[in-house]
């Protein structure tokens, strides 16, 4: 119940956030283009963004950006996340996380497209960089002293969308194109990691890492999963993650930006340490006397979750050139 309004509260704030500056636009084209009806028409303001003023478009952008960043699970809008990551059943967990968040962060996309000619240089890039940086720095002390499974993968996700946010805040190809394989890399990853996380919460039904200590040892095809799964999302090779990281970190500090290059790296390397811990936990031996009641697991979502890790290690050694290209096109298209 408290994960559920927690959800509706937060989201229904900050929806009436971002359409306080989708007004704030509205009103902006308006005084531009006083004769057209069409000032919420994507080509209209496609055509009329650069002549918009300049505090309406900080004001529109401020607004969007707390907004849609309460339903992207942006730091310090993000307290809603865990709860209701946590507690809701393991499909919505996956989808919360892989389209959900997804859907949000598009929109601030495409409305920073259309305000950052006006807004001025750098000021929307720079608010992408401070709450993607941010949020990877609130989550990540969350991640190192959390014992409950479901919220240290949620406490990922928020980690997660902010480093897709600090990716297209950089203004390069370079660092868009790495925030979007990020994008697809990380629905995968943490699709795969909430499917493992339920079968193992609904097998020992607890969701307490002390209370699954030793279950990846006692259930050798689910510990693979989720040894593979964990060092996929903490962005080791070969896995896309890896990927998509180096790319992000590589047009940080091509832009000249080292310090929060070295910020974010030092940061990935406490979460690092974190899911090392919790994975180490759950591959110790565990005692004949603590086994789980059911030894079976079911094989079918088994090895449909294990699928996942097949695009996920594909990804992370060869991008096929039609994703490429697409990829490619859609940076540019967001410059």
Same mark, same amino acid.
């Given at each position: 119940?408290?994960?559920?309004?927690?959800?509706?509260?937060?989201?229904?704030?900050?929806?009436?956030?971002?359409?306080?500056?989708?007004?704030?636009?509205?009103?902006?084209?308006?005084?531009?283009?006083?004769?057209?009806?069409? !000032?919420?028409?994507?080509? @209209?303001?496609?055509? &009329?963004?650069?002549?918009?003023?300049?505090?309406?478009?900080?004001?529109?952008?401020?607004?969007?950006?707390?907004?849609?960043?309460?339903? !992207?699970?942006?730091?310090?809008?993000? @307290?809603?996340?865990?709860?209701?990551?946590?507690?809701?059943? @393991?499909?919505?967990?996956?989808?919360?996380?892989? /389209?959900?968040?997804?859907?949000?962060?598009?929109?601030?996309?495409?409305?920073?497209?259309?305000?950052?000619?006006?807004?001025?240089?750098?000021?929307?890039?720079?608010?992408?960089? *401070?709450?993607?940086?941010?949020?990877?720095?609130? #989550?990540?002390?969350?991640?190192?002293?959390?014992?409950? *499974?479901?919220?240290?993968?949620?406490?990922?996700?928020?980690?997660?969308?902010?480093?897709?946010?600090?990716?297209?805040?950089?203004?390069?190809?370079?660092?868009?194109?790495?925030?979007?394989?990020?994008?697809?890399?990380?629905?995968?990853?943490?699709?795969?990691?909430?499917?493992?996380?339920?079968?193992?919460?609904?097998?020992?039904?607890?969701?307490?890492?002390?209370?699954?200590?030793?279950?990846?040892?006692?259930?050798?095809?689910?510990?693979? &999963?989720?040894?593979?799964? @964990?060092?996929?999302?903490?962005?080791?090779?070969?896995?896309? *993650?890896?990927?998509?990281?180096?790319?992000?970190?590589? #047009?940080?500090?091509?832009?000249?930006?080292?310090?929060?290059?070295?910020?974010?790296?030092?940061?990935?390397?406490? &979460?690092?340490?974190?899911?090392?811990?919790? *994975?180490?936990?759950?591959?110790?031996?565990?005692?004949?006397?603590?086994?789980?009641?059911?030894?079976?697991?079911?094989?079918?979502?088994? /090895? !449909? !979750?294990?699928?996942?890790?097949?695009?996920?290690?594909?990804?992370?050694?060869?991008?096929?050139?039609?994703?490429?290209?697409?990829?490619?096109?859609?940076?540019?298209?967001?410059?």
């Amino acid at each position: 119940l408290e994960a559920a309004w927690k959800f509706i509260f937060l989201s229904s704030v900050g929806i009436a956030f971002a359409l306080l500056g989708i007004i704030f636009l509205h009103y902006a084209a308006s005084l531009v283009a006083p004769e057209t009806l069409e !000032t919420l028409d994507w080509a @209209t303001l496609k055509r &009329i963004a650069p002549e918009l003023s300049p505090a309406l478009a900080r004001l529109a952008f401020i607004f969007i950006l707390i907004g849609y960043g309460t339903k !992207t699970g942006l730091a310090p809008m993000h @307290t809603w996340l865990p709860d209701a990551h946590s507690q809701a059943p @393991t499909p919505v967990s996956a989808l919360l996380s892989g /389209a959900l968040l997804n859907t949000a962060l598009y929109a601030i996309l495409r409305l920073a497209q259309l305000l950052a000619p006006a807004a001025g240089e750098g000021y929307v890039p720079q608010l992408l960089q *401070l709450f993607g940086l941010l949020s990877v720095a609130v #989550a990540t002390p969350f991640i190192l002293v959390q014992q409950d *499974l479901k919220r240290l993968l949620a406490y990922s996700s928020i980690e997660h969308m902010g480093l897709i946010t600090f990716g297209l805040g950089l203004a390069s190809d370079l660092g868009r194109y790495g925030a979007l394989f990020h994008i697809l890399n990380h629905s995968l990853a943490k699709a795969l990691m909430f499917f493992a996380a339920g079968l193992l919460v609904q097998h020992y039904g607890s969701r307490q890492l002390l209370k699954l200590r030793g279950a990846a040892s006692s259930l050798p095809p689910l510990g693979f &999963i989720l040894a593979a799964g @964990t060092l996929a999302l903490i962005g080791l090779p070969p896995f896309g *993650l890896f990927s998509s990281e180096f790319l992000m970190i590589r #047009a940080a500090l091509a832009s000249g930006q080292v310090f929060q290059a070295g910020a974010l790296l030092f940061l990935l390397l406490c &979460i690092f340490a974190g899911f090392i811990y919790a *994975l180490g936990v759950l591959s110790q031996r565990r005692e004949r006397s603590e086994a789980a009641p059911h030894p079976r697991l079911p094989r079918l979502a088994l /090895a !449909t !979750t294990a699928l996942v890790l097949v695009p996920l290690l594909v990804l992370g050694v060869y991008v096929p050139q039609p994703l490429n290209s697409l990829l490619s096109k859609i940076a540019a298209l967001l410059g």
